[in-house]
């Protein structure tokens, strides 16, 4: 991804806060067969001055050998996005964009194998959206349990590095703005109405 310098965010809480509110992503490997995609709910927490990311992915899934393989990976957050008109701008010669955020985060998986470890990362998992469910789940028979981790392959990534993009029409005049995060606003648009708020988070900010 490129992030040009007025679109690039490096604020370490505001990227951990949107990885964490859009954790559903997506995990890129790649091996011998070309790259690979999977589509998953991630843990985000600190480790230190980094970030470390967990999740898991069925043992069926040919990422699985990726995982293994010690090679690096990357995740992928994305989901507030919209297109923009240049409707909104000052009369001109003017042409559409589309306003999004989105992080690329890299590392090398590290594949946990121990009944504890994928516990751990299960428990993160319905921790983080439903955590009521967690007593129902500890109540299942240790057979069943045992069963149904033995169809996952759980991970850690530290992260190494993280591109992060918040293309918000910064390089647009503040009526410009103003006009881009109203329509975003009104639009009923869900995905809309949340890169309207990072806009007004934004603005905001720089008040």
Same mark, same amino acid.
């Given at each position: 991804?490129?992030?040009? /310098? ?34 998953? /709910?991630?843990? *985000? ?14 043992? =069926? ?6 995982? =293994? ?7 992928? !957050? ?12 000052? @009369? ?16 090398? @998986?590290? *594949? ?20 009521? !469910?967690? #007593? ?5 028979? =240790? ?11 759980? !991970?850690?990534? /530290? *992260? ?14 503040? *009526? ?15 995905? #809309? ?13 720089? =008040?």
């Amino acid at each position: 991804m490129y992030p040009p /310098p007025p679109n690039r965010q490096e604020d370490p809480d505001e990227i951990l806060a949107f990885m964490r509110e859009y954790a559903f992503a997506t995990l890129v490997t790649a091996g011998a067969g070309g790259m690979v995609a999977t589509h998953i /709910p991630l843990s *985000v927490r600190r480790d230190g001055d980094s970030l470390r990311i967990s999740g898991h992915i069925a043992r =069926a899934n040919q990422q699985a050998a990726h995982l =293994a393989a010690g090679t690096e990976a990357m995740a992928i !957050f994305t989901e507030p996005h919209a297109y923009i008109s240049p409707e909104h701008y000052e @009369p001109g010669r003017w042409v559409p964009t589309w306003n999004y955020i989105a992080v690329h985060a890299y590392g090398v @998986p590290q *594949v946990r194998e121990s009944r504890e470890a994928k516990l751990a990362n299960l428990a993160e998992t319905v921790a983080a959206n439903d955590p009521g !469910f967690q #007593a129902a789940l500890d109540a299942y028979p =240790a057979e069943f349990i045992d069963a149904k981790l033995k169809g996952i392959v759980a !991970f850690d990534m /530290p *992260v190494a590095r993280i591109d992060a993009r918040w293309k918000l029409s910064q390089d647009r005049k503040p *009526v410009e703005r103003e006009r881009i995060e109203r329509a975003l606003r009104d639009s009923g648009d869900p995905a #809309a109405n949340g890169l309207a708020r990072y806009m007004g988070q934004q603005a905001g900010a720089s =008040a």
